[in-house]
């Protein structure tokens, strides 16, 4: 073990028993202390899923990218593992970025960036000049994790993109192994540049796969290609791209291309770009096929701008909950819960046909649960139906259907308040909602619309039901869901918010 993994880790459990938990979610991957971003290294080995994250140690904000790791036997109870990688090797100095894993006979095995900034007269790195490299670690037992003598594997970037060349994801296909690297091209469109090996070690430049039209960001993060459903998808994390239905700010969501991907062209033929999640936190997703065939996918909750944020309380970022990709006939990809999160499920809170017409309180104050609404249109005339959270101290977060407009909206009022996605839900809208302290992924039953947030309550929050301009009838239930078992200072249960 390296002397900055030892630090790093030192760091972590001198830092967690200072956690403020009020926020921190009690089911999602989140870090015991400091900070996290991208999900990174997501497969299947030895038995056991692994999840490693962008993470820094020393401070509740992005920097000194390290890899942190946790496992799961079933994909929802996570073990801390520590830390993977530090950025101890030069051409890592200045990060580990992010990146992909696969197997290799017994091996483990990460492809990373590594991220390098020239130093300045004053010795102090300089952003602005850059490169990224990627490279290879491997592990014998999934947790310790030795760097290739030999990295860089590729260095160097293609003369017309610039040195934003990151990001790696890795697959094996019939003799050879790929790679899609995220990039920007000269004159700042992003795209998927793809590679290809007989060994990891020996890149072939292949092309674009796909790139921006324009409307679809400068740089292109997070790039990952897989076939599903009998078609190809690629997921991209662009910067830069205004969709409808967000506010002015990030812009930092992650989408997909969904179409007919070619081994002997090397492009991929498809749709239009669509958005993966239209919350406000939604970003950086990575996808493991697991050895049941399942597509999973899991993405960072990248906090927008303006909202209130757990930095004071000595831990940042969540991953999202584990969910199951698919693709339509149609080529829309759909995002489901993964299966085993009924094994979270505690004490069914609440359970009932209910009338509403206007609000009803339910009376059910949620730390951590699944609320599952089954809403009757047929023949409807109300405007809006679904559900509003107080959050305490006269918060509030509202999520319902505006049958107007025909789409979903989260809001969560403040600064970029609402996020609004399209939906046409027929004669039931079917919603399936986890709230976790401070996050909250809704899905509907289609599996077309999936909207993350970040929610701060004050107060345990409240749950009740509500329709507008007529009355509807619906059938809910609401889980008290379990706190993840992990080897985590502080627990996670410990002091939850007040009723
Ligand atoms: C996405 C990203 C990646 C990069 C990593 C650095 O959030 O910017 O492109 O590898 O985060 O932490």
């Known amino acids: 073990m390296s002397d900055l993994i030892r630090a790093a880790e030192a760091e972590q459990l001198a830092r967690a028993p200072h956690v403020d938990p009020r926020w921190r979610p009690r089911f999602h991957i989140t870090a015991p202390a400091g900070w996290i971003n991208d999900p990174n290294g997501m497969c299947w080995f030895a038995g056991e899923y692994h999840v490693f994250y962008q993470f820094n140690p020393y ?18 109870n996570w073990r801390n593992r520590g830390v993977a990688m530090a950025p101890d090797a030069g051409y890592d100095a200045d990060g580990c970025y992010s990146g992909s894993a696969v197997v290799l006979g017994e091996e483990l095995v990460l492809l ?26 491997s592990s014998r037992d999934g947790v310790t994790f030795v760097k290739d003598p030999r990295n860089p594997a590729l260095a160097g970037h293609p003369q017309d993109g610039t040195a934003h060349l990151r990001d790696p994801k890795v697959w094996r296909h019939r003799e050879h192994w790929y790679m899609v690297l995220g990039n920007e091209q000269q004159g700042g ?15 072939q430049a292949l092309g674009a796969i796909a790139e921006s039209d324009g409307s679809t960001g400068y740089m292109w993060e997070c790039p990952d290609l897989f076939e599903l459903d ?45 958005e993966m999640d239209w919350g406000h936190e939604h970003y950086a997703v990575q996808t493991m096929a697991v050895p049941d065939g399942r597509r999973i996918a899991i993405g960072w909750m990248m906090p927008a701008a303006g909202q209130p944020s757990e930095k004071g309380d000595g831990w940042a970022g969540v991953l999202t909950l584990p969910r199951e990709l698919h693709v339509t006939p149609e080529d829309r990809l759909t995002m489901r819960p993964i299966a085993e999160l009924e094994l979270l499920r505690g004490e069914r809170l ?5 009338l509403v017409e206007g609000q009803f309180d339910t009376g059910v104050r949620l730390d951590s649960a699944e609320i599952l609404i089954d809403a009757d249109l047929a023949g409807s005339i109300v405007d809006q139906v679904g559900f509003t959270l107080d959050l305490g101290a006269g918060a509030h977060v509202h999520v319902g259907l505006d049958r107007r407009a025909g789409e979903l ?19 039931r809208l079917l919603l399936r909602a986890f709230v976790d302290r401070s996050t909250l992924e809704v899905f ?28 509807t009838r619906f059938s809910v239930e609401v889980f008290a869901m379990r706190a993840m078992q992990v080897d985590d200072v502080p627990p996670l249960g410990a002091a939850p918010l007040a009723p």
Not at 60 to 70: D, F, L, N, P, V
Not at 116 to 135: I, K
């Open 59 to 76: 401070g509740t904000e992005w920097g000194t990218m390290h890899w942190g790791h946790a496992s799961s036997t079933d994909l929802v």
């Open 350 to 354: 609440f359970a009932g046909d209910t």
């Open 189 to 203: 469109t992003g795209r998927a540049l793809l590679y290809r090996s007989p060994d990891l070690w020996q890149w």
């Open 230 to 274: 009998g078609r190809h998808v690629l997921v991209i994390s662009p910067m830069g791209v205004h969709t409808e239905g967000h506010g002015p700010d990030p812009q930092f969501h992650a989408g997909a291309l969904v179409g007919s991907f070619d081994y002997d062209t090397h492009r991929l033929d498809h749709g239009p770009y669509t």
């Open 409 to 427: 909206v989260v809001d969560r009022g403040g600064p970029d308040g609402s996020r609004r996605a399209r939906l046409d839900p027929g004669e």
């Open 112 to 137: 990373y960036t590594g991220h390098r900034e020239e130093r300045a007269e004053s010795g102090l790195p300089d952003p602005a000049r850059f490169d990224q490299t990627q490279n290879v670690a």
């Open 444 to 471: 509907t039953g289609s599996g077309l619309v999936t909207m993350s947030s970040r929610i701060y309550p004050s107060a345990q929050p409240r749950l009740a039901l509500s329709s507008a301009g007529g009355p």
